[in-house]
């Protein structure tokens, strides 16, 4: 008789034991897995000069990619009115753009710079600010431009109001334009844009 009650409690403590286990398992978060999305974004910045390092607390989304707005990649803030997309251009795939008429072209980033914002805004005048030089030396650039937009109702930008385009070059490198797109041009919106103000730079 005691030999059965020894084995009973010996089930009992294992059957316990197993449970608990099971129930601290099932809170560890597995590692999340890189999307062949990030992966390819990754390699492409990284053999065009550049680094991108995922910023904790975003989540990939979709990236938009048409004639208009060519991205290379995009990922947002949940529970958050915020998007932040990417385009990455290397002096090796994209030679100097010949200028065109109507357009600042002195150089590459110019270029694509206000062709962009002009799909964003509809082709309406911009105001730029030239990005200063200690500013440029923590991204390794030697030029940039900063263009806060009043965005056109569109589908393929979401019908969001607003966007801070940012545009970085790095001589005999490349160039990368980012695009933080929000509805509301509060203290929200540039505290969002902090968090990943980091992730990409020049080597």
Known sequence: MVC????????????????????????????????????????????????FTFP????????VNTVDFPFDYAMSLPGKDFEIWFMVRSTKKYPRVPPT?????DS?????AETVARAFTGDRVLSARI?????????NANAGKTYLLDLQDLLETKHYKYALLVTLEKDHTG???VVCLGNEKDT???????????CLKFK
């Open 131 to 139: 990005i200063p030089g200690d500013i440029l030396a923590r991204y």
């Open 188 to 198: 929200g919106f540039f505290q969002n844009i902090n968090k990943a103000v980091n």
């Open 175 to 177: 160039t990368v334009l």
């Open 101 to 105: 008429e109507g357009f600042n072209t």
């Open 4 to 51: 059965i009650a020894k084995q009973f409690k010996q089930i009992l403590f294992t059957a316990i034991f197993l449970q608990i286990t099971a129930i601290a398992l099932s809170q560890v978060k597995p590692q999340t897995a890189v999307s062949n999305q990030l992966r390819n974004f990754s390699k492409e910045t990284a053999e065009d000069g550049m680094e």
């Open 56 to 63: 904790e607390g975003f989540k990939e989304i979709p990236t």
């Open 108 to 112: 590459t980033y110019n270029y694509m």
